[in-house]
């Protein structure tokens, strides 16, 4: 009998069999432990193995390389691990969605520091789309701008890449323009100072930047608005970023029907002036507030760009500016507003001016109306100055009688 095997008091039998039924179970015990550990050891392993192959599939790889051959001006890009933005989204919750876009849909997310965040969640990446996610993560590290979005870092090694962005609050312009709400009236004065906003920054995009960039998708649910209401451009990823020596850029027809150049659509040659007609299509858009395709009647859509056109040859601008702003806007500057837009959506790229000159010519119109509201404001100084002298004399004389 093995030594140590023996009844407890009170108890008779063979201790032997207790002891080999205690050793078999410790044993089976252990099997179980090194088993499960083994097992999650392997999945592990299949995990790390699984995540470096969607890092491979989705870009990452590419992306190493664009960053590297770098001259320097990119902003290094932080690398968030998929456990990281699933526990900032929810696991990607439904409530958690903020929008849908082109090339993914965009989740509201809290990070472990507390700051809140835009989680971008792209379609299922074909080798097309790769190339459309790559472009933005690196063009957006080389953007430093406050009137375009920032990107923060990214996520490859998801079945999905995940693009990071600062968050902006308060939704798209594309809303406040054409979603009726009572609370909140985009002003006259508020809806300028957007459009030099975003003007300002496709200005610096198209000829400030280290690189020069086209958008190539300029629309209104592309710019967001700020808890300030301030203007930022957002959605790259159809953007293009070209050599200082290229006057065009040949590719697929991209962009959303309604702001697409009439150009472009015909040639497929995407040119700065290109962002401009769109941008042309989103002035019309802020004088109007109409879309940019609208109902015409119950059985025809038609284009806002070419109902505003035929409106201008017949001088009739002021039939499609926005009711709620007539009646707080200088017509002036709905004119110079008009004339800058028609110029933008002229049907040859070459006649349409550069962003750089709409900024100048928006910042203009905004300087004109400072200065017509400061002269409106000390001519009502003066009048209220003039009547409390006037009332003033009045009690004089009626003190000596």
């Not at 099997?31 to 491979?56: D, E, N, T, V």
């Not at 507030?289 to 056109?309: M, N």
């Not at 400072?370 to 001519?379: L, T």
Request: charged share 20%; with cysteine; aromatic share 8%.
């Amino acid at each position: 009998m093995p030594p140590g095997c023996s009844c407890s008091e009170g108890y008779e039998g063979n201790p032997y069999l207790q002891c080999r039924v205690i050793g078999l179970a410790l044993g089976v015990l252990f099997l179980l432990i090194g088993a499960w550990w083994m097992s999650k050891l392997i999945k592990r392993r299949r995990c790390i193995q699984l995540k470096k192959k969607f890092f491979k599939r989705n870009g990452g790889l590419l992306l190493q390389q664009q960053l590297s051959s770098s001259d320097g001006s990119v902003r290094k890009t932080k690398v968030f691990s998929s456990n990281e933005l699933e526990k900032a989204t929810d696991f990607f919750n439904e409530n958690r969605i903020l929008g849908h876009g082109g090339q993914g849909t965009v989740y509201k997310g809290m990070l472990a520091d507390g700051s809140i965040v835009a989680v971008k969640k792209s379609t299922i990446v074909d080798e097309d789309k790769l190339e459309e996610f790559i472009n933005e993560v690196v063009i957006l590290s080389q953007i430093s701008h406050r009137n375009v979005v920032r990107l923060l870092g990214c996520c490859l090694e998801t079945d999905v890449p995940l693009l990071v962005y600062e968050f902006i609050p308060n939704g798209n312009l594309y809303k406040y323009i054409h979603v009726q709400n009572d609370e909140f009236l985009l002003s006259w004065e508020m809806r300028l100072r957007i459009a030099i906003e975003v003007a300002g920054a496709l200005s610096y995009l198209h000829s400030a930047a280290s690189i020069p960039v086209y958008h190539s998708d300029i629309k209104s649910t592309n710019m967001l608005l700020d808890e300030k209401y301030r203007a930022t451009i957002s959605d790259f990823g159809s953007s293009r970023s070209i050599a200082i020596d290229q006057t065009h850029l040949t590719t697929h027809v991209q962009g959303t029907f309604g702001y697409l150049d009439p150009e472009y659509f015909q040639s497929s040659q995407f040119t700065e002036k290109s962002d401009v007609y769109s941008f042309g299509v989103v002035l019309v858009e802020l004088l109007s507030g109409q879309k940019p395709i609208f109902s015409a009647s119950p059985t025809e859509s038609r284009s806002l760009a070419t109902h505003f056109i035929m409106l201008m040859e017949d001088n009739r601008l002021f039939d499609i500016l926005d009711a709620r702003v007539k009646e707080h806007c200088h017509n002036e500057e709905v004119v110079a507003v008009g004339n800058l837009a028609r110029k933008c959506l002229n049907l040859n790229g070459k006649n349409r001016p550069t962003m750089k000159e709409i900024t100048t010519v928006l910042e203009r119109v905004i300087q004109k109306g400072s200065n017509v509201q400061q002269d409106s404001q000390e001519n009502e100084n003066i009048m209220a100055d003039l009547s409390m002298q006037y009332m003033g004399c009045i009690s004089d004389i009626n003190n000596d009688l």
